[in-house]
Nanobody
Framework: QVHLVESGGGLVQAGGSLRLSCAASGGTFTRYGMGWFRQAPGKERELVTA???????YYVDSVKGRFTISRDNAKNTLYLQMNSLKPEDTAVYYC????????????WGQGTQVTVSS
């Protein structure tokens, strides 16, 4: 069973930066496609960014140029560097992993709160 644990969330002012981490255990991390999702109050969960097992990345338009996803396979860890944060980035951020088709994530972390004040 794959276990994902996020960390690094917090409160930051608009324009600031945060780096989220997601530590994976219980599986073969190098085989997984990984993603960061977020869910704001009253809104549906959305995929923010993803990285395939071979390093191909995807970003939703609203975070392009501000967020960077990366993975350290030696450490079984996924990262999300978030710069130029905006109040609309406020949400619970979840990391997720998949071994199957794009879009079908099987493993989820518990989430970490990111709050951006204006």
């Amino acid at each position: 069973q794959v276990h994902l644990v996020e960390s690094g969330g917090g409160l930051v002012q608009a324009g600031g930066s945060l780096r989220l981490s997601c530590a994976a255990s219980g599986g073969t991390f190098t085989r997984y496609g990984m993603g960061w999702f977020r869910q704001a109050p009253g809104k549906e969960r959305e995929l923010v960014t993803a990285i395939s097992s071979d390093g191909i990345t995807y970003y939703v338009d609203s975070v392009k140029g501000r967020f960077t996803i990366s993975r350290d396979n030696a450490k079984n860890t996924l990262y999300l560097q978030m710069n130029s944060l905006k109040p609309e980035d406020t949400a619970v951020y979840y990391c997720a992993g998949r071994t199957g088709p794009i879009g079908r994530y099987e493993y989820w972390g518990q989430g970490t709160q990111v709050t951006v004040s204006s």
